[in-house]
C-alpha cells in the first residue's frame, strides 16, 4: 500500500492508499506551527502510524511515502526548501522520514500531489495531459504531461496563478502587479464584490453581506441569481478573467482536460456553461480534439491521492 | 542520416543532419503558393534529393525524414491539418513522403522545431527544459520538456504568444484582446515605436524613418542609443512586455534555459541585460538554480535541425 500525507498550514492528513488511488483509511491532527519543524515532524509520523493502524496495515506492508508540501521542494536533496506557513526551511524531510521507514519518500508540490490526484483518479482520470487550477485563497496549479507531474528543471514551476493577466494591474503578494490570482481566485472574487458593493449600496449583495466583512465567494453569485444587476457584473467579471487565464493555460498546454477546483466550483453550471463558452471562443481549436473543462471531483483527497501515486 | 525539412511561407530548405546535430548539406527553392499542395510537395522532394546529392548522401542512407510546418498537424493521422501560408487542409503528407522514402517521417510545428534544434544542438544544448520564444512577425513559442517536444495531447499547444497580458488590450488575429504577440513581437514593438512618433514630432526616431512604413524593430533602439527620450521611452515599455511574458514563461515552466530568437535579439545586451535584471524580480526564485534567459544561436538552421532529430 502507499501512503499519501498532505501537510496543510491547518492539518496534517495521512491516508492508506491502494494502486487503483482508493483511500483505505486516514489519520489526521491539528498541523502545530509554533513548535517547529521536529514537531510537525513527529506528528507526520504519528499519523502515519495511525492510518496504517486505522486500515489494518502492517506498516511493513508500506510500498512508499509521498508527501505533499505547501511549498517548493527540492526531490534532489529531499528538502523542503521552505513554506510560507510551516517552520520548515531546508528541512531534509525525505532523510528523516526514511529513518523511521526505508522505503521510498517523494516530496511533491501540494497542487502537484493535487493534480496528479485527479488525474490518476479523479475528475481527468485517465489523462496523460492534464492541468488542475485551485481556486482558494490563492490561485494554485498543477500539470501532468505525458502522465508525469511537471514542475521544471528546479521542481518550483506550475505557478499558473503568478502569470500576469493585466499590466500593471492588482498588487500581488509575489512582488508582481495584475497576477491572474489577484482577479480568479475566491480571494478576487471577494475583491471584486467588495469593490462594486463599495459602488453600489442598494445592490442586494448588502442584504446577503451586511458588512463587507461578511462576502465571501457566494455573494455575488447569489445576488446574480436574485437578478441583482451589480451582482450580475460582478459574476460576468469574475467568469471573463477566470476564462481569460484558462484559455491562456490551453493556448500553452493543449491539456485533455482542465480541471478546476475551490468552494468556488460548487457553483456548478453557472460557473461551468459560460466559461466554456467564452473558452471555445478564444482558444486554438483542433477539427476534432480540445480541451475539455471539468469541475475536479476528488476535493481534499485529491492530495492524498496524488502524494501517495505519483511517485510511483 | 537524417533529413530536416523548413516549410516556409517563402522558401522551403532541406537539411541533411546527422546525431551531431551538424547540418551536412541543404538545398532550397521558393515556395510556389497558388499551385496547390501537390506543387509543394514536389517541391519538398525535389529538395530532399538535392540535399542529399550536396552531401554526398545515397538516399538509402535516410534514416528518417521530419518536416516543420508553420501550421497545426496531426502526427496521429500523418496530416498538415492547414497553414495559414500554404495550400495545405489536411495533407496527408507523411504518406506521401513515405511513398518515395519509406522511412520514419514525423511532422512538426516550425516552432516547435526550432526549440528542439536549440535544445539538442544550439544555445540550450543539452538542457531537458527549455522554452524557445521567437520574436518576429509573430511571437512563437516551441516547449521542450523531459527532453521532448511538448504541444499537448492534440499537437496543437505551445502557442505562448497568444496569452493575455494585457485584459481588453490590443486586437490580435487570432481573436483574442491582449495577447502577448501584440505587445513583444517585432511587429509590436514596431506598433508601439509608431505610436510614440505620432505623440513625439520632435523624436530622433523621425530622423532613423522619415516614414512610418520605414519603421522597423531596429528604429527606437537606434534612437535610444543617441540619447533620444522617446526612443529611450519605447526601448523601456517594450523591454517591459517581453520581460514581463519570460516571467510568465518562467514562472509557469520553471526550464533551465529560455531562448529568445528572431531579429530583435541582434540588439543582444542592450536587450538581454535589462530584460534579466526585471525577470529576476518578477519569477519565482530558487535559491540555487534558475532559469538562463540566451539568445538562440542557430539562426533558421534551428528548425531544420529540430525537424530531422525531433522524432529520432
Given at each position: 500500500m502507499y ?7 491547518t ?8 494502486k487503483?488511488?482508493?483511500?483505505l ?22 499519523i ?6 486505522n486500515a489494518g496495515l ?6 512508499s511515502?509521498?508527501?505533499?508540501i ?8 529531499g528538502?523542503?526548501i521552505?513554506?510560507?506557513?510551516l517552520?520548515?526551511?531546508r528541512t ?7 529513518e523511521k521507514?526505508d ?8 497542487a502537484?500531489?493535487?493534480a496528479f ?11 496523460m495531459?492534464?492541468?488542475l487550477?485551485t481556486l482558494?485563497t ?5 500539470i501532468?504531461?505525458?502522465g508525469?507531474?511537471s514542475?521544471?528543471f528546479n521542481?518550483?514551476?506550475g505557478?499558473?496563478?503568478h502569470v ?11 512582488g508582481r502587479k495584475?497576477?491572474?490570482?489577484k482577479y480568479a ?18 445592490s ?5 453581506a451586511?458588512?463587507?466583512d461578511k ?6 453569485f ?11 457584473a460582478?459574476?460576468a467579471?469574475?467568469l ?5 487565464g484558462l ?7 493543449q ?5 478546476i477546483?475551490?468552494?468556488?466550483c460548487?457553483?456548478g453550471d453557472a ?8 473558452v471555445?471562443?478564444t482558444?486554438?481549436r483542433?477539427p ?5 473543462i471539468r469541475i475536479a471531483?476528488l ?7 496524488g ?6
Amino acid at each position: 500500500m502507499y501512503i499519501g500525507v498532505d501537510v496543510g498550514g491547518t492539518n496534517l492528513v495521512a491516508g492508506v492508499v491502494n494502486k487503483k488511488g482508493e483511500i483505505l483509511a486516514k489519520a489526521k491532527c491539528p498541523t502545530v506551527i509554533d513548535k517547529g519543524a521536529d514537531k510537525v515532524i513527529d506528528d507526520i509520523k504519528t499519523i502515519i502510524a495511525q492510518a496504517c493502524k486505522n486500515a489494518g496495515l502492517d506498516e511493513k506492508e508500506i510500498i512508499s511515502i509521498g508527501i505533499g508540501i505547501p511549498g517548493p521542494i527540492d526531490n534532489s536533496t529531499g528538502e523542503v526548501i521552505f513554506a510560507a506557513n510551516l517552520p520548515f526551511n531546508r528541512t531534509p524531510l525525505t532523510a528523516i522520514i526514511k529513518e523511521k521507514w526505508d522505503v521510498g519518500v517523494h516530496l511533491l508540490n501540494d497542487a502537484d500531489a493535487a493534480a496528479f490526484g485527479e488525474a490518476y483518479a479523479g475528475s481527468a482520470k485517465g489523462c496523460m495531459h492534464m492541468v488542475l487550477i485551485t481556486l482558494g485563497t490563492g490561485l494554485g496549479g498543477g500539470i501532468v504531461i505525458d502522465g508525469k507531474i511537471s514542475t521544471g528543471f528546479n521542481n518550483i514551476g506550475g505557478e499558473i496563478g503568478h502569470v500576469i493577466v493585466e499590466h500593471n494591474g492588482r498588487a500581488c503578494n509575489c512582488g508582481r502587479k495584475g497576477c491572474w490570482e489577484k482577479y480568479a481566485s475566491a480571494s478576487g472574487l471577494i475583491a471584486l464584490t467588495k469593490e462594486q458593493m463599495e459602488r453600489d449600496t442598494e445592490s442586494a449583495m448588502w442584504r446577503i453581506a451586511p458588512e463587507l466583512d461578511k462576502v465571501d465567494g457566494r455573494t455575488a453569485f447569489l445576488a446574480a441569481r436574485e437578478g441583482d444587476a451589480s451582482g450580475k457584473a460582478v459574476v460576468a467579471l469574475y467568469l471573463e478573467y477566470l476564462a481569460s487565464g484558462l484559455s491562456n493555460v490551453i493556448n500553452i498546454f493543449q491539456p485533455e482536460v482542465v480541471c478546476i477546483g475551490g468552494g468556488v466550483c460548487n457553483e456548478g453550471d453557472a460557473l461551468l456553461l459560460p466559461i466554456k463558452e467564452m473558452v471555445a471562443k478564444t482558444t486554438f481549436r483542433h477539427p476534432t480534439r480540445n480541451t475539455e473543462i471539468r469541475i475536479a471531483s476528488l476535493g481534499n483527497d485529491a492530495g492524498i491521492i496524488g502524494a501517495a501515486l505519483a511517485g510511483v
